[in-house]
């Protein structure tokens, strides 16, 4: 073959090939093009090695003659000669005469069916075997050896295509998996958040769900303001999954968990490289909300420089990656929580006022429980049901004189501090009636809190987070599991009051 006519070839194969990710279209093209121009082959196959390096497998069903002997599935390496010879020894093999090969055991049943001889090549890409290719004969072509130098070149080629379509189909699989278990989580976390969860029976909190319901589907932003463990979390989903958004994400941003110095590449991304540490690439969390709700946490610890750039996406819709010049487009609806003062912070210079205007279209206020207490039994028996099931063990019965109890505690962790009160119930008195005096005797240690003292409610907080890493021997993590908030949460809580740990000196 003229060097020429070769080039010419080499790239007809490549322009056919390139574009083809499905193995059966792609062998097909190949094995027809090697047919009509360059072998009259009886047999054409190629063999792909495992990751364990022990066994082939066919890319694609083999062409031509057909060898029933011959596994069509997983073959062990010992099996398979021919390929095991080319991927051993990285080298072609020309076989004139296929007889000379008969105690190799892939070598009979070929010759049974009349195949004289064959040329295997294997395939090397980055330096190592990815498998091979065979072409076989009834009568040798006189020009066998010029054969194999063409299928020698173009084999680099061939193994660089063949990689390109396995990497593809594995990260079809692995987009594959993604897509199915993201359909799973969105409905499960759509099932946790439904409104029916959401228990009350006080007409604050039916006016205030009455309301969300109106503007849920508006698509404006929201500011949730309320005590520490009054529902804003639990607010701002349901409004997500009440509006035209829910089948985007919800993506919550805690700001006090996140470290000053991580926070603009947490918000917007950052390129590889783009800052020490930035090893990868990473995508921000405003561009995984796209399309769906950005939820912010206790937006009052936003770092002041970074208000100024949350204004600016808020207004242009666009981000650009820390690192990347490339514009982003963004489109996600802005919820916003806070158990601080806003206004008081734009007043000591702590919150940009243009950026509390923006955020604050629709300003829900969550009373505290203590303002609501005819939500207590509601939330009593439901929860106490729910946990229950999460335990293993049968609820415990609260009397009438429990629940008057309850109502009369001032709750400053508010429904999450309820819960966790209700865990404990359950722990000790599963399946027992629960009265007055149980709920006395689980409050004995925290006397501090029943009182309905002049106490604010920073202090209670504080007397409040104190008690249980006391009880907990001041471990964080089983600490922050019992609060039901997160670890960094919880350190951020203990650094604000400045509560000294024992175990950390
Ligand atoms: N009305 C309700 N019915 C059932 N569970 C509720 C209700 N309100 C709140 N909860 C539960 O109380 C706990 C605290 O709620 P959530 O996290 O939404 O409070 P938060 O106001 O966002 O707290 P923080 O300000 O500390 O972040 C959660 O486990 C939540 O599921």
Redesign the pocket.
């Known amino acids: 073959m003229e060097i020429e006519s070769k080039n010419k070839l080499l790239l007809e194969l490549n322009n056919a090939l390139i574009s083809k990710y499905d193995p059966k279209v792609f062998s097909n093209t190949l094995a027809e093009i090697i047919k009509t121009k360059v072998a009259h082959y009886d047999r054409f196959s190629i063999t792909i090695l495992d990751p364990e390096d022990t066994c082939v497998n066919y890319f694609n069903s083999p062409y031509g003659i057909e060898i029933p002997e011959i596994d069509q599935n997983k073959r062990n390496l010992m099996q398979a000669s021919l390929s095991q010879y080319v991927i051993k020894n990285k080298r072609p093999l020309i076989i004139y005469d296929l007889l000379k090969y008969s105690n190799w055991p892939s070598v009979p049943p070929m010759i049974k069916k009349g195949l004289k001889s064959a040329i295997s090549i294997p395939l090397i890409h980055r330096e190592a075997p990815l498998g091979s290719m065979h072409i076989y004969f009834k009568n040798a072509p006189s020009n066998i050896d010029e054969i194999s130098n063409f299928l020698v070149v173009f084999s680099k080629q061939l193994a660089l295509l063949i990689d390109n379509i396995i990497i593809h189909a594995k990260d079809q699989e692995k987009i594959d998996f993604l897509s199915k278990q993201n359909i799973y989580l969105q409905n499960k976390e759509q099932q946790m958040y439904k409104m029916n ?4 029976t006080s007409k604050k909190m039916r006016d205030i769900l009455n309301f969300v319901n109106k503007i849920a589907i508006l698509d404006v932003p929201v500011l949730i303001t ?1 005590e ?7 607010l701002a989903r349901i409004i997500h999954y009440d509006s035209l958004r829910k089948n985007g994400m919800f993506v919550k941003i805690s700001c006090p968990a996140i470290p000053q110095n991580l926070f603009e590449s947490e918000l917007f991304g950052h390129n590889k490289g783009a800052f020490t540490n930035a090893t990868s690439q990473k995508v921000g969390q405003i561009e995984l909300a796209n399309n769906g709700t950005l939820f912010f ?1 206790e937006i009052g610890d936003m770092p002041f420089t970074l208000q100024s750039k949350l204004l600016e996406v808020l207004q242009e819709k666009i981000i650009h990656r820390i690192g990347d010049n490339r514009t982003i487009r963004v489109n996600f609806r802005l919820i916003s ?1 806070t ?1 601080s003062d806003l206004e008081e912070k734009i007043r000591r210079n702590e919150f940009r006022s243009d950026l509390y205007y923006r955020i604050n279209v629709f300003n829900i206020n969550i009373p505290p429980l203590r303002e609501r207490i005819e939500d207590i039994p509601i ?1 009593v028996d439901n ?1 106490s049901l729910e946990y229950s099931k999460i335990f293993n063990c049968k609820p415990p019965k609260f009397t009438e004189s429990a629940i008057k109890l309850l109502q009369e505690y001032n709750w400053p962790g508010n ?2 501090e309820l ?1 966790s009160f209700i865990s404990k119930v359950i722990v000790i008195h599963s399946g027992n009636k629960v009265s007055s005096n149980e709920i006395k005797s689980l409050f004995s240690n925290n006397d501090k809190f029943f009182e309905k003292g002049n106490i604010t409610l920073k202090e209670l907080e504080k007397n409040y987070l104190l008690d249980i890493l006391q009880k907990n021997n001041y471990n964080i993590s089983k600490s922050a599991k019992i609060l ?2 997160p670890r960094t949460t919880l350190q951020y809580k203990i650094n604000k009051h400045k509560i000294f740990l024992p175990n950390q000196n």
């Open positions: 969860k959401f228990y009350f309320g520490t463990g009054t529902g804003k979390d639990f946490d929580a158990n939330l929860i429904i999450r819960e039901n908030i």
